[in-house]
């Protein structure tokens, strides 16, 4: 891929690749030269992230950088907003009937439901008053603290869910995997579900979440690119964890971060340093210089030169 024909879509995932955890809530010095560095070359970034769009103003908006063109995958492709001024082009939901049948399963497997609202409904993360394990707890601790935008429930199953965005939970791996068997053999092809991996936990505990079945980071940088008119041979996906698979796979470049786990790494084009080493700056800052994509065609994983 050469960078001398034209701009760029640089498709930048956010926990794991521009911050070290789910925790953080402040982008780097480095990470914001780098990306608006990407801009003024000409080149159009995307956030793409598992984040809802509440969770994703509380960081953008925190760090002081929040530029108002700036396309956003969000829940890992279930909302989109691209364009100038921005807007929402897809938002894929969940009916009511399958939220409550979500929520019965993710209940049956001894599993703590979250249901993300619609941001239309003021983008409300729902849960269930009830003990949680330590990693769980601390994503509500912080997102009640940051974000705010919690209700807690006694029962999720007994509201009158007409629609949502999302089903999920974290837990550990083995819990996460049968949750997850279930969820598709009794809703086959209405759902899909995402298993990444925490960022905590040392690699026990793992992200459920169910969406509707046409979302995903790909089909929504799609739409992006499409509303762009940017073809997607020229885009460059940044991601670190499962959710950006279905990004690498779409675009024309892909790049996996050092701290990625091993099959997403051998997932990828190219391999980037670690994010706590700003191995996606380092990348980022290529772009602005033109000095990366290589104008060579897809090629086993390496570290980039950059």
Known sequence: MSTGNGRLLVAVDVDGTLLNTEFDDVLGGREIAALEAVRAAGHTVALC??????????????SGWFPDDLPLVLLNGAVVHAGAPRRELACSVLEGPVVHRLVALFREHGTVPMVYGLDSDGGVLHHESRPVNDVLGRYLAMRRRGVGRLEAVDDLLARPWTRALEVGTIDRREPVQLLTAAVHKVLGGAVRVVNTRSLLGEGAFWWAEAFHRDTGKGAALALVAADLGIPLSRAVAIGDNYND???????GTSVAMGNSPDDVRAAADHLAGDVAQGGAAVVLEAIAAGTFPPSSPRQPPKEPKL
Not at 49 to 62: A, D, F, K, V, W
Not at 245 to 251: K, R, T
């Open 49 to 62: 992230t598992g984040r809802n769009l509440p969770s994703l103003i509380h960081l953008l908006e925190g």
């Open 245 to 251: 698979l279905d990004m690498f796979a779409a675009c």
